[in-house]
């Protein structure tokens, strides 16, 4: 399992191809990254119209401000309400926060 890290509280994009068909439907996608079944991050749903054919689709996310945990990444595809697919991502998410420098006077 790949584990991909970001600065904590910082923005990523994820981005997304895959097929809906027919065509010049209304859709939305949205990423998600949970810890058990909680969202702790979500790009929110962004629109788009169906192409019928491979299309790409990028998901801002702002990352969680605590560092440390492993996020499961899912994204959801909706078109006209109603939910065609639910898929999970391989690779796991870590903000992760650097060592701060801290000095004594």
């Known amino acids: 399992m790949a584990i991909i890290l970001f600065g904590a509280g910082t923005t990523g994009t994820a981005t997304a191809s895959f097929t809906v068909k027919p065509a010049a439907m209304s859709c939305e996608a949205e990423i998600f990254l949970t810890v058990g079944t909680t969202k702790s991050a979500t790009s929110g749903k962004v629109s788009f119209t169906s192409i019928g ?12 401000s605590t560092g440390g945990y492993q ?7 909706t078109c006209q309400g109603i939910l065609l697919a639910g898929f999970s991502s391989t690779p796991v998410v870590v903000p992760s926060v650097s060592n701060p420098m801290i000095t004594w006077a």
């Open 71 to 77: 996020y499961n990444v899912f994204l959801d595809i």
């Open 53 to 64: 054919g491979v299309q790409t689709v990028t998901l801002p996310v702002t990352m969680p």
